[in-house]
């Protein structure tokens, strides 16, 4: 017969002082993971869901980048637009864009320093083929002028990144004439401007890259293969989606050291929890031989003071993320691993994360329980009724 | 019986208990020292004496951007310089694209790149050799350690950012006092399978002949370019660094707000220890002060009780810690170059010290004040 849980409890109850310690301690490990994994989460999500299905990124063959040197000829494009499967608009113009990436240094709002920030420059046929891209204030850039759109993030974080701002961009000053709103995309961080001005001012005849709207997934999929089959053109396709997934390493270091603190962190906690947990066996150990003596078997003795332990553990993870709750949408920054600009992301607390954070805990209880369970469950009757 | 050893007997009177608080202490410790560790190899360390003696010197709109490689003999001209290199970054791949096989590749010119860095040391008989060969390269040792280089042996490097792949013979091994992660080839190489670098360069490395002379010459590089086609931005080896540092993102935040969740759970599980020992010693205080104990002494016992079991665990934690990171950073990677060196060590100490004094500090205080009579009647 099971020990009710109420039993566990009053018990907890019972200890306040030492029960909100140890679960406060529990908190701060879970506070630390889920602020880890949230990064994380954010980070993926600002690679992960951008890039339409049906948009094929062109880059130089052998690149991995938007930012290599060499790319896309002209001519390219010309084949480009009356390749069968590429869509139209509703002006009957074939979906192709031919885009350059450079990267410029902008210093941050904060005071924490300069950093490197992408700039995309397309044409109006680019801005329209991701209809996911809203623009909340001022306008698009015009073509032929030098004027640039900044992302909210970029316009949030960096100085000189206000309308009617100007940014130095290789000969001349381009002027911010509007923002927009890419939040949890990687163009959340980017400035974009016209191409044929700036393949102008640095007389470039190269794309680095092309992106081609198809009608269709198959169509999508042919597109991409015809512009990795075709000798001549010596170009590398790939579905826009595949090519930002490829991006979420940038998020190895956070992983890395997150991992490493979180695993520390958790020992210790579980350490902490079997103290907590003996003393409250030692506190116990009339009372725990007397429920022996009623009829409790051993092993509902050892599941009840698991189940205290694993309370507990619960307390400490609902206190652990109440603390991070506050900082759910935090936007900061970190190096792309590809590009080495800067990518804009925001701590993200998804249910995954939650759960992750609420089994963690769990197992922190589980362990730190299992040894002060079991050292209840096995003493002798008599001893300890004399204790 | 004197104070120490009734404080060392107390200590570990519950040995279980005891042993559990000072594991947990020691894992936060280790935690704390790899995070002043980190801290300390990104904002503290100097470098060598010629890194404060060196400047970058970059396109001033990014290091994207290339500058004219003519600006390598304008800069040469300027008082002060004594070396001048060009270097570009080459981005290739070595094998495959996992980040245990990457390190950065630079082209640069070969006779003069060691002037530039003369705490390279190689020995002459290879930088010659390196000279003379336009498709060789010299690389670190610690590189050639880890993926087991010979003198003579073949790299091939996939081009990501340039068209063209680089087949290189090692000519050389440097070895340099901090890890550099590097290998250098000849650039001509690069421009001869990519024409349009030709004339260009990724950045200048710069030697300046005295550390007094480091701030004015990079003024007039600076000034010398501000109104061409292409600006620069010359800064010193450190704070360019720094800025690599930079774009990682806010990582003094994160390592404040985890080096603070770290210290505040070492105070928790501190001060848990203490509160249930104290409480279970309530009628022994009692008795202690029937024998003569004043309050001051009693508080003295528990202090220094908690204190030393933090003491034991942050000398445990730190010490495992200055052994991990060693072995880190002999694998590469992210640690390279990193140590735990005795002022962290002893400041770890310090921080277990001072939450060991604070955690028991209420509860003895308690104790402490209690009266005797009170004390005598308390049931556990």
Known sequence: MAIPLSYNVRNLKLRKGLTIMTALGIALTVATAVFIMALLAGLNRAFGTTGDPLNVLVLRKGSNSELSAGGVQREAMQVFKDLPGVAKNNRNEPMVSGEDILIIVLPRKDGTGETNVTTRFLTPMGVEMRPEIKLVEGRWFTPGQREITVSKAIHDRFSHANIGDSMRIGSGDWKVVGVFDASGTAHASEVWGDINQISTDFERSIYSSALLRATDPVSAEALKNRANDDQRLELNGMLEPEYYRSQTKSGDPIKWVGQIVAIIMAIGSCFAATNTMYAAVAYRGREIATLRVIGFSRSSILTSFVLESLLLSLLGAAIGILLMLPFNGWTTGTSNAVTFSEVVFSLQMTPTVIGAALGFALFMGLVGGIAPAWHAASREILAALRD | ?380
Not at chain 2, 181 to 205: A, C, H
Not at chain 2, 238 to 252: D, E, S, T, W
Not at chain 2, 319 to 340: E, I, P
């Open chain 2, 1 to 380: 019986m004197t104070l120490t050893s009734f404080v060392r007997k107390n200590a570990f009177r519950n040995k279980r208990r005891s042993i559990l608080t000072v594991l947990s202490i020691a894992f936060s410790l280790l935690l704390l020292t790899f995070m002043m560790t980190i801290w300390r190899s990104f904002y503290i360390d100097e470098g060598t004496a010629q890194s404060a003696q060196r400047l970058i010197v970059r396109n001033k709109v990014s290091l994207a951007f290339p500058l004219p490689g003519f600006y390598r003999e304008k800069i040469r001209a300027i008082p002060g310089v004594t070396h001048v290199v060009n270097q570009q970054w080459f981005g290739g791949q070595y094998k495959d694209d996992k980040p245990e096989n990457f390190f950065a590749q630079f082209g640069a010119d070969p006779k003069e790149l060691f002037d530039v860095y003369p705490e390279f040391e190689i020995a002459p008989d290879q930088l010659a050799a390196w000279q003379k060969d336009r498709a060789g390269c010299v690389v670190d040792g610690k590189l050639a350690e880890k993926f087991g280089w010979k003198i003579g042996d073949h790299l091939h490097l996939k081009g990501l950012i340039f068209p063209m792949n680089l087949e290189l013979t090692v000519r050389g091994i440097f070895h340099a006092p901090l890890p550099t992660q590097s290998i250098y080839f000849d650039k001509t190489y690069i421009e001869e399978g990519f024409k349009p670098l030709k004339g260009s360069d990724g950045f200048f490395g710069v030697l300046v002949d005295s550390p007094e002379n480091v701030t004015r010459v990079g003024q007039a590089i600076d000034e010398l370019f501000r109104n061409s086609t292409a600006p620069t931005k010359t800064e010193t080896e450190r704070a360019f660094q720094l800025g690599f540092i930079a774009m990682l993102g806010n990582v003094k935040a994160f390592i404040l707000i985890i080096s603070s969740a770290v210290v505040f759970a070492i105070l928790l599980v501190s001060a848990t220890t203490m509160a249930m020992s104290v409480r279970e010693r309530t009628r022994e205080v009692a008795v202690l002060k029937t024998l003569g104990f004043t309050r001051g002494s009693i508080l003295a016992l528990f202090v220094g009780e908690a204190v030393s079991l933090s003491l034991i665990g942050g000398l445990l934690g730190s010490s495992v810690a200055f052994l991990l990171v060693a072995g880190a950073a002999s694998q590469g990677g992210f640690l390279t170059g990193m140590k735990v060196t005795p002022p962290t060590i002893l400041l770890a100490i310090a921080v277990a010290a001072l939450v060991g004094f604070l955690s028991a500090f209420i509860p003895s205080y308690n104790a402490s004040q209690t009266n005797i009579v009170d004390g005598l009647r308390h049931i556990g």
